[in-house]
């Protein structure tokens, strides 16, 4: 175990040392591979441990659809923290704190939907490796985690068959983005940063992303 700290140590040493001083593109890479590293380390400690679920993360409105795709145990835990409007077509969050023992299980029912979009730390990318941290669209929940696609910030002149433009991104501030479904992937649940707003996207585009999943997959 020494020898394995010590040489770790050496190593994030050494990419201090080589750095050039100055070198702004170095200086950069080099201070986001660190930060990187520190939240690596952060998220090692937090996989360790219950998940943590900031209440505020819950939406604050649920349609009556959207309650009625839920089973009944379900729906019995919408009914601790959501009151029915008065007109039947929507539940708005109360103000009792949600339970540890159901959040996970509205967390799952309630946000971590197909079309929501979560911010993920994709952590330190090499070379056209995807990294940093990005907005994300969920396409399936797996569980322990999720598979999505992330959003890149930008304007395409001339989309590849690959690309999907994702005009809006609701609860999210408004600029040009788009997906890639090469860039596809499977992340924790613990790589979520479940204290930044999350939104979603139109079920237009998420057929268009199925889309071009089906015609580059052939499948």
Known sequence: MYSRHFNATKSLINIVERTQNGNKIEEKRSGLYLEWISRQSKLFDIEKSQLVIPD?????????FAFGKNNSTIQAKINKYYNKSTDGKKYLRNTTTIDANDAEDLLH???FLRGNVVWIEFGFNIGCEFGGKH???I???LGEALIVAPLTSGTLENPKSTEVVIDVVFNLPPRDRYTNI??????SIYRVDMDSPMGSIRSKKMKEIFNAM??????
């Open 56 to 64: 505020k993360i819950f939406p604050k409105k649920i349609t009556s």
């Open 109 to 111: 029912n309630l946000v």
């Open 135 to 137: 907005p994300a669209i």
């Open 139 to 141: 396409l399936k929940d």
């Open 182 to 187: 090469t860039r596809i992937t499977p992340i």
């Open 214 to 219: 089906k015609k580059d997959w052939n499948f």
